[in-house]
């Protein structure tokens, strides 16, 4: 469900936006949490659709499905779009260490 949140905002992206700036895709960990953003220049989201349309709607529910949350953001001409996940830990190794060598 991620990888389609993702491609959903991409292809927003790249339908909503102007050909004066390149959409932008990052991936970036910040303390226990890992952030998925696209920008892109264009209209301010929402504006055409006040809710932000349909799409965007079913990537909140992704990002809250997974413990995470969606932002939506303007940065000067820049719509940005922030999928915020918290990181998996892997679970405690409880085993009993092994022998020792020697």
């Known amino acids: 469900l991620v990888r ?14 102007t050909a004066q700036l390149p959409v932008q895709l990052s991936v970036f ?3 226990t949490r890992g952030l998925i953003q696209v ?3 264009g209209p301010p989201i929402g504006a055409a659709a006040p809710s ?5 709607s079913i990537v909140r529910w ?20 922030t999928l915020n996940f918290p990181l998996a830990t892997a679970p ?9 060598p020697g």
Not at 4 to 17: D, I, P, S, T, Y
Not at 52 to 56: A, H, K, R, T, V
Not at 68 to 74: F, L, N, S, T, W
């Open 39 to 41: 920008t892109n220049a």
């Open 4 to 17: 389609e949140a993702v491609l959903e905002l991409l292809e927003n992206a790249c339908r909503h936006g």
């Open 52 to 56: 932000g349309g349909l799409g965007l």
């Open 29 to 31: 960990r910040t303390g």
């Open 62 to 81: 992704v990002a809250e499905m997974h413990g995470g949350e969606m932002e939506v953001a303007r940065r000067g001409p820049l719509n940005a779009v």
């Open 92 to 100: 405690a190794d409880t085993r009993s260490p092994g022998p020792s």
